[in-house]
């Protein structure tokens, strides 16, 4: 009898597994196709309220989940000698591109997309497959690209080493009088803490395969997940999201440099 419940509950467990994987997955796919459209903004202000961009917003710093956003925002929060209003975390090319049409500033992340989607298959628990985290990337910045030269990219390579230099080509090109971000270690660490603090109210513990800082409990995992993404079977979408990606890092060159594009 208690083998027959052993088996009823693993079949149930199972069933409720490939359930979530499937509605998780359908969530990303529908958000993908909207995000770039004008009524998502109307979805965003329902779930995100004051973090998206209006009239008081003082710079936008968004990219790709898993882009580096979380310690972008925190580094520039940190870094300001005064409140600043930051819109951020939405996800949406739209509340970039309503920004840069505002004339507010406004930083784009972009990561490696091997890296970016691998990231954010774990932080979806793998409910999302390698295909789906790519074709988002696609869209998020191919949306993104009539606009290219209305807002500062920063490369996550320079958004984890050098950070400030993304806020002296936001001041450049706009006019702005943000402070800059000193990139020390003492200042990442700090940041980190900020990171490990907000993550633990909103949590209540750290879960080191989420977090948005550097862990090595995801190591392992993320070379398994990089066979997946590296599937022959999509291939195509790889490299679409590769020429993307390597568009943008042309754009985020003489950002590492603090220059106007």
């Not at 600043?84 to 739209?94: E, F, L, R, Y």
């Not at 996550?156 to 950070?163: D, G, I, K, V, Y």
Request: aromatic share 10%.
């Amino acid at each position: 009898m208690s083998r027959c419940l052993f088996i009823l509950s693993t079949h149930t467990e199972k069933r409720k597994s490939v359930l979530k994987r499937i509605v998780v997955q359908f969530h990303w796919q529908i958000r993908g196709l909207l995000v770039t459209r004008r009524f998502y903004r109307v979805i965003s202000k329902l779930r995100h309220g004051e973090k998206c961009v209006g009239d008081s917003t003082d710079i936008i710093i968004d990219g790709f989940p898993r882009s580096g956003n979380t310690f972008a925002v925190t580094a520039f929060k940190y870094a300001q000698r005064r409140d600043v209003n930051v819109s951020s975390h939405i996800h949406a090319p739209i509340e970039i591109i309503t920004a840069v049409k505002r004339n507010i500033p406004a930083i784009v992340l972009v990561r490696d997309p091997e890296d970016a989607a691998i990231s954010f298959m774990i932080m979806l628990a793998q409910n999302v497959s390698a295909e789906a985290a790519l074709k988002y990337y696609i869209r998020f910045y191919e949306a993104l690209l009539p606009f290219e030269s209305q807002f500062v990219t920063c490369s996550f390579e320079t958004t984890t080493a050098n950070f400030g230099a993304a806020i002296e080509a936001v001041n450049d090109r706009c006019g702005s009088e943000f402070s800059v971000f000193d990139h020390t270690e003492e200042n990442v660490n700090s940041c980190f803490d900020i990171i490990d603090r907000e993550y633990r109210e909103w949590r209540g513990e750290i879960r080191e395969l989420n977090v948005s800082r550097p862990s090595d409990s995801r190591k392992d995992l993320k070379e398994q997940l990089r066979k997946a993404v590296r599937d022959p079977r999509i291939k195509d979408v790889h490299d679409r999201a590769y020429n993307v990606y390597n568009t943008f890092l042309k754009f985020s060159e003489q950002t590492s440099t603090a220059g106007v594009r």
